[in-house]
């Protein structure tokens, strides 16, 4: 069996659940039926982190949000799959997209919908507070919840393991 190391190297796409992964799972509709959602900054900053390492970035939710569209926007992530009830479906067309293989792509989800694109890509990753059936499906489980840190760690972990995380840092590091 591969260490998460060698699982790690090759990748070269993050694809994201966005309920309970960059959000903390709870959907906010206010009287007027406009609905929301809290984002958290360091998670974005992650992201964009990662992006400047040459990777690519995709939302894949069951849900429909143009707070979800927005927020994409915000980040630069042009891939971006809602309403998607057949995630594993969704998944093969991004990565046809991409012309990525298996092995180059990791996922973060946080529930059972999430399981078939788990048990598919390269890295598997979860949230600290996902559902316990995912835990037999990943490589990895963050130390933070959803919509609490849990993205950025992850990206934390893929640049320390890609060795990009130094020249990463070097712009904030300067004189």
């Not at 998670?43 to 970035?57: E, P």
């Not at 059972?112 to 059936?133: C, S, W």
Request: charged share 25%.
């Amino acid at each position: 069996m591969a260490s998460i190391f060698d699982k790690i190297l090759p990748l070269k796409a993050l694809i994201m659940d966005v309920d309970g992964v960059l959000t903390d799972g709870r959907v906010i509709i206010d009287s007027n039926g406009i609905e929301s959602k809290q984002f958290d900054v360091r998670d974005g900053h992650g992201l964009k982190m990662l992006q400047r390492t040459g990777f690519t970035l995709a939302f894949l939710t069951g849900r429909h949000s143009p707070v979800v569209s927005r927020r994409a926007a915000e980040l630069g992530i042009d891939i971006v799959f809602q309403r998607c009830h057949d995630k594993l479906a969704a998944y093969q067309q991004i990565k046809q997209r991409l012309k990525l293989g298996d092995g180059e792509i990791a996922y973060i989800g946080d529930d059972v919908i999430d399981i078939p694109v788990l048990r598919r890509v390269g890295f598997a990753a979860t949230v600290a507070d996902a559902d316990l059936e995912l835990k037999a499906h990943v490589d990895w489980q963050s130390a933070n919840p959803g919509g609490r840190g849990a993205v950025r760690e992850l990206c934390h972990l893929i640049m320390q393991t890609q060795d990009t995380w130094d020249k990463t840092m070097a712009r904030y590091l300067a004189p």
